[in-house]
């Protein structure tokens, strides 16, 4: 069965930094994209960052210039860097991961979530 697990979340000052991870684990054929998401209390889940093979990433404008994606496709592992975070940045962000499984459809997988919260 395939499983993420995301980690690296926490309580961070503004302007500081966090690096969020999510690894991929099970009986994988491949991974087609990658991705992250946020959600805020009261508010919709958002789209952060994609990465997909094959393209370039994209970012919400709110996040540009801040943070960044990347992945160790060696470790099934998307890394999200979030430098010089502000308050607004406060929400649980979750992983998608597009993931073809040996013995099954390709699907969207979902992280757990982890809570990153920007506060003084």
């Known amino acids: 069965q395939v499983q993420l697990v995301e980690s690296g979340g926490g309580l961070v000052q503004p302007g500081g930094s966090l690096r969020l991870s999510c690894a991929a684990s099970g009986s994988i054929f491949s991974i087609n994209g990658m991705g992250w998401y946020r959600q805020a209390p009261g508010k919709q889940r958002e789209l952060v960052a994609d990465f997909s093979s094959g393209s370039n990433p994209y970012y919400a404008d709110s996040v540009k210039g801040r943070f960044t994606i990347s992945s160790d496709n060696a470790k099934n592992t998307v890394y999200l860097q979030m430098n010089s975070l502000k308050p607004e940045d406060t929400a649980v962000y979750y992983c998608?991961?597009?993931?073809?499984?040996?013995?099954?459809?390709?699907?969207?997988?979902w992280g757990q979530g982890t809570q990153v919260t920007v506060s003084s």
């Open positions: 998608r991961l597009i993931i073809r499984p040996l013995y099954s459809q390709t699907k969207d997988y």
